[in-house]
């Protein structure tokens, strides 16, 4: 595939993760406890995950020819369309209005609550191996966000089951580097938008679209011990002990970078951390909009991820990723010893620990 063929793809993708930033960084600001939900699964999820959702779907669909348009995303509309959704719906729209006559390059009628609840579902795309499907986490690291921490807008695009192209927009990733920690919330972060497309590389560029685009590379690091890795902030959703151990079997010495969401991803595509290890509990099913973007845009970057087999992530199978236990990322060159110290510690890890 040519490296300019999804340019074009890149440039829309980033418009719509822009706009979406802007809404969830409002509602980051004046977060309110009505406005925070809980799903099945007992996450978290904000007016900010709906709004965010239906802008990327609204942009996307309106300068896509007409039936051409597919996504995978995590938010449906079930909930919203009950006379108990009635208030969000409301808030959710409003936001989504405000949002896009913030943008003086759009100059549309206002969108209705009907039209808002179409946008969100157009995310309920099953992807798979044929044709091209937008994936999208609308708000990824949705705890991060309600915490008033790290979180990401991840848009990828898969092109007949392979990601071609990612956008992750980070709005509270610093500019500069995180290698030694994040700063205080109180340094206004500036936030970053990093963008990859196949054969293209990847470039990190400020999220406000001050100043141009950048390429980035993964660290060259060679030796383990000088090696900085990042993982999960939240130590329920990551095996934090076993991380510990696979650092300790590398000699890595410098202690983990924790954050939430695809940010991660774009940190390491800049070189902040070496080595990228997830490792959920049992029973936990990956979800492939956590992944996609991030994942090109490390491999753009000049890194690998793999899961604990040393395979390549495979997101041609729907809306899971059915893998190896574990997601690892690093570079080329420290891919072996990695994946070794991997293996091992996976090996020797205790089926009730697992649990």
């Known amino acids: 595939m040519a490296a300019s063929s999804y340019h074009a793809d890149v440039a829309l993708a980033t418009k719509a993760v822009r706009l979406a930033s802007r809404l969830c960084q409002t509602v980051q600001r004046t977060l309110l406890v009505e406005e925070t939900q809980s799903k099945s699964d007992a996450s978290p999820v904000t007016v900010a995950d709906y709004g965010s959702q239906a802008l990327v ?19 449906d509309s079930e909930e919203l369309r009950t006379e108990a959704g009635k208030p969000m719906l409301e808030r959710i729209t409003q936001l989504v209005n405000e949002t896009i006559a913030s943008d003086a390059t759009l ?34 690291g949705t705890r991060g966000f309600v915490r008033g921490d790290q979180y990401a807008i991840a848009l990828g695009l898969l092109d007949n ?9 980070c709005p509270n990733l610093p500019m500069d580097s995180i290698a030694n920690g994040l700063p205080a919330r109180s340094s206004n972060p500036v936030g970053c938008l990093f963008s990859a497309s196949i054969g293209a590389g990847t470039s990190v560029e400020a ?15 060679e030796d383990t011990a000088m ?14 002990s076993l991380t510990s151990n696979i650092a300790g079997v590398l000699g890595v010495k410098a202690p983990p970078v924790r954050i939430d969401s ?18 959920p509990f049992a029973g936990y099913r990956e979800k492939i909009w956590d992944h996609a973007a991030g994942a090109i845009v490390i491999t753009e970057a000049g890194g690998e991820v793999f899961d604990a087999a040393g395979k390549p992530l495979d997101f041609s199978r729907g809306r899971w990723l059915d893998l ?6 690093t570079n080329k060159k420290l891919k072996p010893l990695v994946l070794s110290a991997v293996q091992k510690c996976v090996k020797e890890l205790k089926p009730s620990a697992k649990h």
């Open 324 to 329: 190896e236990v574990g997601i690892v990322a």
């Open 207 to 221: 999220l406000d679209g001050s100043g141009e685009p950048k390429p980035v590379h993964v660290s060259d690091c």
């Open 107 to 140: 100059d549309v009628a206002p969108l209705s609550n009907e039209e808002v609840l179409e946008a969100i579902e157009r995310g309920n795309s099953e992807g798979g191996s044929n044709g091209r499907h937008w994936v999208l986490d609308p708000i990824d």
């Open 262 to 279: 695809q940010a991660k991803y774009g940190a390491m595509a800049r070189g902040d951390a070496v080595i990228y290890l997830r490792f």
């Open 161 to 169: 089951g392979q990601v071609v192209a990612g956008v992750l927009g």
């Open 57 to 75: 779907s609204w942009s996307l669909a309106r300068e896509l020819p007409p039936g051409s348009f597919s996504m995978v995303a995590e938010e």
């Open 227 to 240: 090696a900085t890795f990042c993982e999960s902030y939240e130590s329920a959703h990551s095996m934090q």
